[in-house]
């Protein structure tokens, strides 16, 4: 349920082969979509699975009732 490949490895090819991986289990299964759930404030993240033609279907929004004003 998690992709992370480890700061120090990063750009060479690992996160790819992963995410390849995991699409290709997901093709022999017959599931026709491949989803995941990326935080907001991890650009890099983001642009990994945009640039691997992952598209956004929802956008979540939260509230900390604790920290919000009135």
Known sequence: DNLIVD???RGQ???KALLDAAIGWAKERGL???QTSV???NAGAREF?????????TQRLELDVEGSAG
């Not at 699975?49 to 279907?57: D, K």
């Open 32 to 34: 026709r979509y491949v």
């Open 13 to 15: 090819g690992i996160g």
């Open 7 to 9: 700061a120090p490895h």
């Open 49 to 57: 699975y945009l640039g691997h033609r992952f598209a956004p279907v």
């Open 39 to 41: 935080w907001d404030a």
